[in-house]
């Protein structure tokens, strides 16, 4: 059997709009139950993510992705509406897709994009 050449695709706005997803899950699981997702469920929603939206990146991403989560989720706990699970499912459109009209989730990627840039900026990947 022959191995395939896996095309990774995610770009810098790419990973911050997947980053942004996982936070919004993050804080998701943490209004309805006080706990972050558990890593079977984070990576399951990386893979949901990926598959709608066409991306593909490797193992060691998604997870570095997924830990990466929750230290991003933490920077919105307790500040309105991002403590509100009803706020928070608002700014989902269907399982896989953020609602990027909402100032909310534009304030996500925006923290996510920035972080990403200076992530890859500062020579880390």
């Known amino acids: 059997m022959e191995m395939q050449d896996l095309h990774y695709n995610l770009g810098d706005e790419a990973r911050a709009e997947l980053l942004a997803y996982l936070v919004v899950v993050q804080l998701i699981a943490r209004a309805r139950t ?35 989560s929750v230290d991003m989720a933490e920077r919105f706990l307790g500040l309105p509406p991002f403590d509100d699970e009803a706020s928070l499912i608002q700014m989902i459109l269907a399982l896989t897709r953020l609602d990027y009209r909402n100032a909310n989730v534009k304030k996500i990627v925006a923290v996510c994009g920035d972080y990403m840039t200076h992530r890859h900026g500062a020579g880390q990947s």
Do not use: F, K, T, Y
Request: with cysteine; glycine share 12%; hydrophobic share 35%.
């Open 34 to 68: 006080g706990q972050w997702l558990e890593p079977a469920h984070i990576c399951e929603s990386v893979l949901l993510w990926l598959c709608a939206n066409g991306g593909n990146c490797g193992a060691r991403e998604r997870s570095d992705l997924s830990r990466l």
